[in-house]
């Protein structure tokens, strides 16, 4: 049987990370943005693909804060216009010069996604709410730690 690695990181060590990240994300000359699929997310961040986005959220720049060793993205707007209508069920994190940073899991604010959105009504059986062309999908929550 193998031995898990074990590493238990320091509050500092955590707050530098999410510094660091918060650092990367606002590097270049635009915006940081999220952007939303409807399609079955790849097997891993580097497997490319050419998925068209369902919504893309840009954020604010700098494109979050931290508080309390949690680091919180901050949306420039209230909405971001849909483009697609279906169920967002994975999204991406581009740094402000387009670097793909992460990919997360999409739901509703009662599923516990990486990024949680309002704007629909999640169907019986499903995680997300089913978004349609020319609404607003809402960031209601972004959160990493």
């Known amino acids: 049987m193998a031995v ?6 320091s509050p500092a060590l955590r707050l530098a990370q999410l510094q660091g990240m ?17 399609t079955q997310r790849p097997p891993s961040i580097a497997s490319a693909h050419t998925d068209a986005y369902q919504a ?13 060793n949690t680091l919180v993205l ?3 707007a209230t909405g971001a216009m849909i483009q697609r209508v279906g169920i967002p069920i994975w999204a991406e994190w581009f740094a402000g010069d387009g670097v793909l940073l992460a990919r ?8 516990g996604g990486g990024i949680r959105v309002a704007g629909g009504k999640t169907p019986e059986g499903e995680y997300s709410p089913m978004l349609y062309s020319g609404g607003l999908v809402v960031l209601t929550q972004v959160t990493l730690t």
């Open 4 to 9: 898990s690695a074990g590493w238990d990181i």
């Open 74 to 76: 901050r949306p420039l």
């Open 22 to 38: 918060l650092a990367r994300a606002n590097e270049g000359a635009a915006n940081s943005k999220l952007r939303m699929y409807i």
């Open 104 to 111: 997360c899991n999409v739901t509703d604010a009662a599923n």
């Open 56 to 68: 893309e959220i840009v954020l604010d720049k700098p494109c979050g804060v931290i508080v309390s």
